[in-house]
């Protein structure tokens, strides 16, 4: 299995809304990211996970909140998110935190 | 902060002509990669760079970095309108994965 795979692939919310993200990988790889891209932007990272445990927060809000319950799972959980966070939101993982793989995303609008 | 600027921002060529999008970092980068977007994908690794005057070569696509390892380049020879997508430089922040994009390239390619 060589991708990553990332559930749903759209997702409507309220603002008082809480959603989860789901990202799986089962490439063995050790590192895996949270990535926001908006439309016609570059991919922004929002989180690093190494070895399972949280490495890197990019200073993102507290309204979205990583969890990697193992090795091959990575989720995000959202709640009172407003319109602006209305993004594709990616999931990617590394063998060697270098060279990165993107799962499909997940396209969230915020209502 | 260390940034990444890309140019140019787009670039529209006819079938069969070449393309080239450079990248610079703010500062000296341990390593650059390049993605490639399709429209409605996900980006998707083409090649990392480390070595200082490093270049490689994917069938039409020849990648380059910079002696100072602040800059990069990649040209397309004899564009095909399946190399149509937005393509990405990305250093490496850290030791820990965390990229920072340039703002891309989006390539239309005219048949």
């Known amino acids: 299995d060589t991708e990553v795979t990332q559930t749903p692939k759209h997702l409507v919310m309220g603002m008082t809304n809480k959603k989860s993200l789901k990202c799986e990988q089962h490439m063995g790889h050790r590192a895996m990211y949270w990535y926001k891209q908006k439309a016609k932007k570059p991919p922004e990272l929002m989180f690093v996970y190494s070895y399972e445990k949280l490495s890197i927060n990019e200073s993102v809000p507290s309204r979205f909140s990583p969890e990697c319950p193992n090795s091959s799972l990575l989720n995000l959980h959202l709640h009172a998110l407003q319109p602006e966070d209305s993004a594709l939101y990616l999931c990617?993982?590394?063998?060697?935190?270098?060279?990165?793989?993107f799962g499909p995303g997940t396209r969230l609008t915020v209502t | 902060g260390q940034q990444v600027m890309q140019i140019p921002q787009y670039q529209h060529v006819q079938e069969g002509e070449d393309f080239t999008t450079y990248c610079n970092s703010s500062t000296t980068l341990s390593n650059i990669q390049w993605y490639k977007q399709r429209p409605g994908g996900h980006p998707v690794f083409l090649i990392q760079l480390v070595k200082s005057g490093e270049v490689k070569k994917q069938k039409r696509l020849t990648f380059q970095f910079g002696e100072a390892k602040k800059n990069s380049s990649l040209h397309i020879t004899a564009t095909q309108t399946t190399d149509v997508g937005t393509y990405f430089c990305a250093g490496a922040r850290g030791s820990q994965g965390n990229l920072i994009f340039g703002k891309g390239t989006k390539l239309s390619v005219k048949p």
């Open positions: 990617a993982s590394s063998p060697n935190q270098y060279e990165q793989y």
